[in-house]
Nanobody
Framework: QVTLIESGGAQVQAGGRLTLSCAASGSILASDTVGWSRQAPGKQRELVASITSGGPTNVADSVKGRFTISRDNAKNTVYLQMNNLAPEDTAVYYC?????????????WGQGTQVTVSS
């Protein structure tokens, strides 16, 4: 069982910077895949970026070069550094963790943190 709590969301102007944090209640294992997704009003949730022990994976083209995902297993925390924010980045950002078992996997989700970018 893992509980994820996001923080760091805020309202900023275009071109601004934010760093989101996701704190896990338990240890983040090396085998875990962690990531960030976002959901804008009226739109489906989309993957922003994910990261394994080997490094970032599946970084969305829309944020490539602007957002950086990282993890600190010792601190049980995942980060999303967001630079040069644009109004299109406005969304609720969710942290998630996927933990694999022998036959199935279990995915945990945080409750989200709001990011609002003003033009």
């Amino acid at each position: 069982q893992v509980t994820l709590i996001e923080s760091g969301g805020a309202q900023v102007q275009a071109g601004g910077r934010l760093t989101l944090s996701c704190a896990a209640s338990g240890s983040i294992l090396a085998s875990d895949t962690v990531g960030w997704s976002r959901q804008a009003p009226g739109k489906q949730r989309e993957l922003v970026a994910s990261i394994t022990s080997g490094g970032p994976t599946n970084v969305a083209d829309s944020v490539k070069g602007r957002f950086t995902i990282s993890r600190d297993n010792a601190k049980n925390t995942v980060y999303l550094q967001m630079n040069n924010l644009a109004p299109e980045d406005t969304a609720v950002y969710y942290c998630n963790l996927r933990r694999r078992a022998s036959l199935t996997s279990r995915t945990y989700w945080g409750q989200g943190t709001q990011v609002t970018v003003s033009s």
